[in-house]
């Protein structure tokens, strides 16, 4: 039986910056403990957008492809997405100004939130992981060659989740969205949006579970990092 906005997680984003991008987990699994949620692939190759409880693959070409079962994720964020607060855009809104207005509808920054963004967009800019080969480099080298993207007056969804502050090393403090457009074509990780119309939904995490993989490289890297914070700012905002 499914439960409604609780937050599962895959693995770390420390174990990410150490460069560990083999999948540890297969998206028949991964989709057993959410619907909405985003993430990235086995060899690090792309964005993952899971919306409607479906996941798609953007890859580095910024296209979008449905994702089968038996691929796999090295790190990932799901919930069963069931929103709490919803509010609607009727002007052009930027990033900021939708935070500050999340912000205020809100409990507060120290607990977990799920969003999503639906409606038309002035602009979407993302960017795509590339792929990697063995040996894997750290994350802040993997996204050096990372391509960009911006999509101009494109109609899709925005997904994500805010984390607080003090979760470095488990996730992405504070937004952590991507994006996929209304036909399932393009999308990636988004660094800045302006939403002309539609309508911003929220869901407070009630739990959060942190499943951990066992593979040998997870079980036996060294995921310490005295600069883990910059290292994440670095390679995701």
Sequence with gaps: MKTENQLFQHSTMAALVGGLFDGTMTFSELLKH???????????????????????????????YEVAPEATTPYASVTHFAPDTRFKVTEATTREQIEARTASLTQGPNLFYAVQIQGKFRFVNTRVAPKQTKPYPPLVEAVKTQPTYHF??????IVGFYMPAYITGIGVSGYHIHFIDQDKQVGGHVFDYELLEG?????EQTAVHLELPHSEDFLNKNLASEDMLEQIDAAEK
């Design 34 to 64: 959410g619907d909405l949620g985003i993430g990235t692939f086995d060899q690090f190759d792309g964005e993952l957008v899971v919306a409607d409880g479906k996941a798609y693959q953007v890859r580095e070409d910024g296209k979008a």
């Design 199 to 203: 309508t911003v939904e929220i869901a």
């Design 152 to 157: 101009e007056e494109i109609e899709g969804t």
